[in-house]
């Protein structure tokens, strides 16, 4: 057998475009042509399989797909002997229990002897099971948020991102009971040599999404300067200083982190750096 990782990814859906396009920023080639269920990479040894995201779980179990991508929502649910290898930071969402707007809301015991619609009956039920409330579950596969108007359920519990889905059918967000993003799964007995090449895929996951957290900053400031500046600059090691043209002054260039961005950019205007420049970093590899 050919050592090649295999990957189950969306076929079309939600996670197709984010999944494909973190693969093509590890550098890895494919050619997903219209309709194709089977790609082979042209660079890496990697082949795809493009499915419904409701197998990958299973695939993955039983070793049809050695690793996957899909919603930790899915996983979750499918509840398989998998290993959870990665968050992907994309396709960010949450499963929540909504009901008529309505109604008042005084806390989950609301739910108790109540009837719920969901597709997430395994969440769902280990939640109202770790908070002892004893509710209904109809699990229905699609349109959940009709449910309570048509006097199926009184709440239902389903995937929120804007809540506009929710608000359009009349109904509230009463309590967020799953935070889900994309997770890259993987079977549990990976060979050695499918090992090494899942090693080498992360490495250059980890490189993108650190590249991703932080920006390359430029900046002149005068030399009297510098030490205020350096120590705003928190930077992968210290920074590098190159003397400018211009006689006591000097150009800094150091990294940064996207979360603290503006604390850090008025801190060193604050403190005389001027010309500054921020740049995106496209691959980082501590
Ligand atoms: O065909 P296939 O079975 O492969 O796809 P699917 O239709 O089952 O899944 P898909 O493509 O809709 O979603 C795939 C994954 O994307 C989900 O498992 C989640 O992890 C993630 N995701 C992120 C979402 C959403 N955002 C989302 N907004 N999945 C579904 N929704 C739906 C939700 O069900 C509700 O109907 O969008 C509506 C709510 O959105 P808002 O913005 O109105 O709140
Ligand atoms: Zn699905």
Redesign the pocket.
Known sequence: MKNTLRIAV??????SDDSLALIKECGIKVNNGMGKLKAEASNFPMEFLF????DIPGYVQDGVADIGI?????AEEKDKQVDWVKKLGF???RLSLAIDKAETYNGIQDFEGKSLATSYPKILGDYLKANKINADIHEISGS??IAPSIGLAYGIC?????????MSNGLKEVEVIFK?E?VMLANKNLSTEKKEILDRLIFRIDAVQTAKNNKYILLNAPNDALENIINILPGMKSPTVLPLATEGWSSVHSVIQEDDFWEIIEGLRNAGAQGILVVPIEKMIL
């Open positions: 969306q076929k079309s859906g939600r996670l499915l419904r995201d409701d899909v919603g930790a929502n899915e396709s960010k969402c959940v948020e389903d995937i929120v991102s804007s809540g506009s889905t929710l889900s994309a």
